[in-house]
């Protein structure tokens, strides 16, 4: 009886805590699924999940080889080292001809990373937070584990998908808004916002005190036109960035952003708690990248090579209605004519043409049973040979016509 009775409440002392109750992000589980495929023998074409297949640039390879042989790797200020802060602000003035104090730039653990700071530092519990769908799923997986509230606003073709400050308004109207988070380039759709468009609603948010975060993730990777910084805009915008996507450092884990002033000290306050601060060794490699530029628009190349093989090969499939893919590396396709289970569309399309992709509705909980997002972001072998898969796969029946 003793027994019975510990064994219960030991039961008791292992539930989860509410906050851990987030839905998975689905897209690692598609990969999951993949790699188990690939264990089993079987050959996957990977364009699920949002990473280069090129490595890091040389440049950082080898200093991170060469601090290695130098022995120590010690801790770092909170903040990140001053060489590589110095060296964000510097990009800003190359890159948008826009003058940003190093002492307003925070190095994170990838953007990931940055989220849980900015969220952290910018709101409090039961905060509203104005998110578009379709989007990044952890931006409202991380704020609702941080017990914020995601307030979704839908996009539409009309806007290219960018989110407006009308659509901002009335959500605001509705329950006032803390906060709002916008991405350009984004993910899934690849779409990109205008200078203007980015300026009127980051005029607006602040007129109506709502704080603005931008994700520029993808900035590098742009092909319909330039990427615009919110930190050129408004100095009161929180920018959010990593080495991740445009300089093929995913697995380094690091990322930068740059912070009002006022709230430096407590990010860096969070940071000293959370994290004490940054791996020196990714801080040292992510300095070094900004000397292979070369390396990486040769990649971006590569990029735009693939987006042209989709966008041209898609259709012979029945796959002809995508968003734009101004930037990025992401297509994302109406799958409607084929089925209402995204789903049950990628699941089948893995097990049958082995072929991975992530289903929209990782990304949109009230329209993304309809979409499939395919990544680019590997050879443009890989890209042809996807193509003839699945036009293959969908033409002996893979998924019946509705």
Not at 286 to 297: C, L, P, Q, S
Not at 320 to 333: H, I, K, Q, R, T
């Amino acid at each position: 009886m003793l027994d019975a009775t510990l064994t219960k409440r030991a039961r008791g002392l292992l539930t989860a805590s509410a906050r851990s109750d987030v839905p998975p992000f689905m897209v690692m589980d598609v990969m999951a699924a993949a790699e188990r495929i690939e264990a089993a023998g079987g050959h996957v074409i990977h364009m699920e999940v949002g990473q280069p297949a090129a490595p890091a640039p040389r440049t950082a390879i080898d200093a991170a080889h060469a601090a290695l042989e130098g022995g120590r790797i010690d801790y770092t200020s909170a903040l990140g080292m001053p060489s590589l802060r110095a060296r964000i602000a510097r990009h800003y003035r190359e890159t948008y001809g826009c003058a940003v104090d190093a002492e307003r730039i925070v190095v994170t653990t990838g953007s990931s990373g940055a989220f849980i700071l900015g969220f952290l530092a910018l709101f409090n519990p039961g905060d509203r937070v104005a998110v578009t769908v379709p989007g990044y799923p952890p931006y409202r997986h991380i704020l609702t584990a941080l017990g914020c509230e995601p307030v979704l606003i839908e996009t539409h073709g009309e806007t290219r998908h960018a989110l407006t400050g009308e659509a901002l308004l009335a959500a605001h109207r509705k329950t006032p808004l803390q906060g709002v988070l916008v991405a350009s380039p984004a993910n899934p759709t690849g779409t990109m916002m205008t200078r203007q468009a980015l300026t009127e609603l980051i005029t607006i948010a602040e007129s109506e005190r709502i704080r603005f975060i931008s994700d520029e993730i993808y900035h590098g990777l742009d092909y319909a036109f330039p990427a615009v910084t919110a930190a050129e805009l408004s100095p009161h915008a929180v920018v959010i960035n990593s080495f991740s996507k445009y300089f093929c450092m995913t697995g380094w884990r690091v990322g930068w952003m740059v912070v009002p002033e006022p709230m430096v000290r407590p990010i860096e306050r969070l940071q000293q708690n959370l994290a004490i601060s940054v791996p020196t060794l990714s801080q040292i490699a992510a300095e070094a990248a900004f000397a292979g530029r070369d390396e990486m628009e040769a990649v971006k190349h590569g990029y735009q090579e693939n987006r042209q093989i989709l966008i041209d090969g898609l259709p012979g499939a029945g796959l002809s209605d995508f968003l734009p893919a101004d930037g990025a590396f992401y297509l994302y396709a109406d799958v409607s004519k084929f089925t209402d289970d995204s789903f049950e569309f990628t699941k089948r399309m893995l097990q049958e043409a082995h072929v991975a992709a992530t289903p929209g509705v990782d990304f949109d909980p009230i329209r993304g049973r309809a979409y499939v997002r395919f990544s680019y972001a590997r050879s443009a072998q890989d890209m042809r040979d996807a193509v003839k898969r699945i036009t293959r796969w969908l033409a002996q029946g893979g998924m019946a016509h509705r």
